[in-house]
């Protein structure tokens, strides 16, 4: 079993690339399980063929701007 969650981090607001509609998530420090994100979605990955669907959806939504040396560098961390 492979789980898939994609978050980014732009301008200290965090989104889910899987569902930017949900807006700017929190961080939860749980002194079990470490930091979470609240209401972040994973998908169940199916296969390889799902996998490449989910990892396209999250490149269409990260941000993304020109630079002098890249026409397309990524704004979130």
Known sequence: M???LVLE???ENV???LNRESGSL???DDPERGTNV???IEELVKDDQ???HLISICEAQRRVG???LN???SRSH
Do not use: P, Q
């Open 2 to 4: 492979l789980k898939f």
């Open 9 to 11: 981090i732009y301008n």
């Open 15 to 17: 989104v889910d690339l």
């Open 26 to 28: 929190r961080l939860l």
């Open 38 to 40: 609240d209401k972040l």
């Open 50 to 52: 799902h996998l490449r």
């Open 66 to 68: 020109e630079t002098a």
């Open 71 to 73: 026409d397309k560098s």
